[in-house]
């Protein structure tokens, strides 16, 4: 074949003609720039600014999550998602020492399985930040993407300034800023919800299928995150599409005795079906997606994942009950619920606090008041107000609401079940504050020239600037300030984990709030495959630590505190304690305490599961030293005489505890404890025993067991004065001397 004259199959590329092509991309790229509105841009902008602004607040006042440990449950099915799965599956020897906080364990012939009670939807959203490099970049993408959305929503209602101002507005409000920065499901299933709302309007203003579609697939998609909430946002939208299709089919029938007219209101009414279906049909596809999804986790579509976890614990008057908290929710706790968590929106975290909500009201005063004086489409700015009774009422039938109240979270964090208001507010908020700025301005143009007019509008502007940023202050700082303490209590909370890397670690965890995983303690997380560096496991006691040393081959840690656990209220003193085994035939141990001040007099007790043996301290110097045995025979001390019938007290077969119990006392009546609480295995089948060292150490006033109150966190920590500990073991054979 012959090549053309025109393509020579030898010759380099034309570099003028490559600069054509540049030098028309670029062209066509400006007119496109040039022809976007300035405000639309400055809508971009604003929606930008919104996400930055939640990505620092994420990562600095969440630094360590909040104290709501549903986080961890979302950050936890994330990293399942990024690996496959559906499930976790950790062996049969660790489940219920690895079982993460609100996951149901379902077993099944080849061994356990557990899955979280939440959807996959939000948990989908923040495995992408995630695959991108950090999960706060999808913090940061919900809330811009929010902001945009809410800017299209405001502007297509209204007008683009509007767009603008309610964009600013929902920035502004306590409730999308502390709600949208932690990892929940709240503010996601809103950009779902507000992704359909803009969708569904403008498929209906513009006939479009496109965006109908679009609007049944946002929907969809927020009902599979959230299926309650994502209702009672679309009730109003579904409510206004009924009336729609109810309209066109009366027009049709009425036109069937004009022929001039019937053709046409036939085709209205079969363009109005069509789009109604276009939405109606997406959104029903994922409704059976949820309902699948079901199927795959709980065995049955209509069984929810939180229902499998608590059967209880959803929608409806009655009894309500979760993890044994159990609540007879009536209509009247309902309302009073629902009012609480009003005033704390209203008042605390709404768009600029109580203002917002003022400017709100005018706003619904100035769209829908007789005289007309804002530029709204009052046909879909009805539907949009509709959402508030839709998500007031609707929560009301939902206990949720009740247990946020009570339990300090909505105080944290806002009225989160109640976020989609944050949509209507912000907009009729803007339509508000445009509302008055505008008659502001006709009022000074009818009585000054243009030019002192706008200056004068300028300087009012100004001088209420101070009020403005005073009320957002006032609104944000109280909220602000509670969990910033928090954060720095969690800070000095897991302080011995910050740049430490474990190598194949097994480290025991405290379960103040219960046989749970990640609660409180989410920010410490096992990996979806229980194979990471490191397996954190409850500390359960003997029997539970044991079984974790045989279930696994990995470095042993305790992680302790000392103080009360208070959902970091207050702080604790931490300390994280490289542990051993000893094993052998004998393991003998020595501590030595340091005597508490004013302390006259001590005595020593060993004490097992099978019983107690006392000893005598002839003398009390600067400090006691006890060397002590444990062995298959039992546990004594040897350098005390011994107070009891017998100096040795047995020991159980299998793992049991042995405790060491040193008590000072004053000529006052005042006491110091020190108590030390080592996990020992007693083994049947070659007569030796196994000791994890060193044992928990508290220290008690006034009295002999004082859980982590007590706990020894070393020389560090706040004690009395005098109070000091020092411990040492080693494994002996049965040849070697005592």
Known sequence: ????????????????????????????????????????????????????????????????????????????????????????????????????????????????????????????????????????????AVAAGSALLLFLLARDVADRVTGVVAACLLATAPLFVLSSSVFLPYAPTTLWNLAFAVAYLRAYRRNSLAYAVAAGVAVGVAFFARPYTA??????FIAHSLYALWRAARSEASGATDPSTHAASRAAFRRVLTRTAAVAVPGLVFVGVTLAYNAVVTGDPLTFPYEAFAPRDGIGFGEREILGYTEQYTPALGVASAVAALDLLFTRFAPLGALGGVFAAVGVVAAFGTDRVARVDREFAAVVLGTVPSVVLGNVYFWGTLNGLRNGLIDLLGPFYHFDLLVPLSLFGAVGAVTLVRRLRAGLSARLSPRRARVTLAVLLLVSAPVVVGAEWAALSEPWDENRERTENLAATYAPFEDREFDDALVFTPDPYGDWQQHPFQYLRNDPGFDGPVLYVLDEGPDADVRALDATDRTPYRFSYRGEWTGAVTPVEPQLTRLRTLDDDRVAATTTLGVPDAATRASIRIETEDGFARYRVDSVGESVRVAWSVSPDGARVTNHPSASNSATVSLPAGASEVDLVVRFATTGGASVTYRQEATVDVSTADQGIRVVWPPETRVCRLQTECGTEGTWVGPDGSYLGGVSVETDARAVNGSAAE
Do not use: C
């Open 231 to 236: 209702v009672l946002f679309a009730a109003p």
């Open 1 to 140: 074949m012959v090549p053309s004259p025109d393509f020579d199959v030898g010759s380099d590329p034309d570099p003028d003609s490559d600069r054509d092509l540049v030098t028309r991309a670029r062209t066509k790229l400006r007119s496109r720039v040039r022809g976007v509105h300035r405000l639309d841009a400055l809508g971009l902008l604003v929606a930008v600014a919104v996400g930055a602004g939640v990505f620092l607040v994420s990562t600095d006042l969440f630094a360590y999550h909040s104290i709501n440990d549903d986080e961890g449950v979302y950050l936890l099915q994330a990293a399942m998602l990024l690996d496959g799965q559906l499930f976790i599956y950790p062996s049969e020897a660790l489940v219920d020492l690895v079982r993460p906080w609100f996951f149901v364990t379902d077993a099944t012939p080849t061994g356990p399985r557990l899955y979280p009670k939440y959807a996959p939807v939000p948990a989908g959203m923040f495995a992408v930040g995630r695959l991108l490099g950090d999960t706060h970049l999808t913090l940061a």
